[in-house]
């Protein structure tokens, strides 16, 4: 099977303008859920979608937002980015038939870098 | 507040020797815990994990260890070998939020030739 794919690998934007990352799960798997990795607090869990909804959410402002479409890909986006979104996003999915209790794959990342 | 903790930001072993990497966590309402492993460039890559019905869990030369009293849980990796070489983070979740994993800040693990 292959692994969940993330795009673009690399982005470079400005303070105050919005991105789009993008996410493909691994093919059966459901559940997507996006994290960001920055130096300064590590890996922090931003939200989780299933079947198109929001199930779980992390401590993050409204400025970032995601969605689910109906073949398990996802997208995550941040309007009005500010210096401090600089980081590693990664996305994971998994599967609820999984043996493994929520063992999660996780994509490459996608690195922000904001100007 | 940080409920996963890995206190010890490196660990530098020989080769052939055991490498243990601890972990300690605050949330009672954790469950279920896992090992990730980070190189460079990429994403975590999933190691091994153990619930917490359970007090050891292992899978070839990794072997998770859970003590529910002290919160605590370590990985140990016998025996190490350079291409062990990497980041090494804890995360825990809790039933009704299965998906969502709180992670320590991880570990750099340097196994020496």
């Known amino acids: 099977k292959a692994g969940v794919t993330q795009t673009p690998r690399y982005l470079i934007k400005t303070r105050g303008q919005q991105v789009t990352l993008s996410c493909s799960p691994i093919s059966g798997h459901r559940s997507v859920s996006w994290y960001q990795q920055t130096p300064g607090q590590g890996l922090q869990f931003l939200f989780e979608?299933?079947?198109?909804?929001?199930?779980n959410k992390g401590n993050f402002p409204g400025r970032f937002s995601g969605r689910q479409f109906s073949n398990s890909r996802s997208e995550m986006n941040v309007s009005t980015l500010e210096l401090g979104d600089s980081a590693l996003y990664l996305c994971a999915s998994s599967s609820l038939t999984s043996g493994s209790y929520n063992e999660q794959f996780f994509g490459p990342g996608t690195r922000l870098t904001v100007l | 507040d940080q409920q996963v903790k890995q206190n010890s930001p490196s660990l530098s072993v020989q080769e052939g020797r055991i490498s243990i990497l601890n972990c300690d966590y605050t949330n009672s309402m954790f469950d279920y815990f896992l090992w990730y492993k980070k190189y460079p460039a990429e994403g975590p890559t999933f190691l091994i994990s153990?619930?917490?019905?359970?007090d050891k869990n292992e899978d070839g030369r990794f072997t998770v260890f859970l003590n529910k009293s002290a919160k605590h849980l370590s990985l140990h990796i016998v025996p190490s070998q350079p291409g062990d070489s990497a980041v090494y983070f804890c995360a825990a979740s809790e039933t009704g939020a299965n998906s969502k994993l709180t992670f320590g800040k991880g570990i750099t693990l340097s196994v020496r030739p």
């Open positions: 979608y299933f079947s198109e909804t929001q199930r």
């Open positions: 153990i619930s917490s019905i359970k």
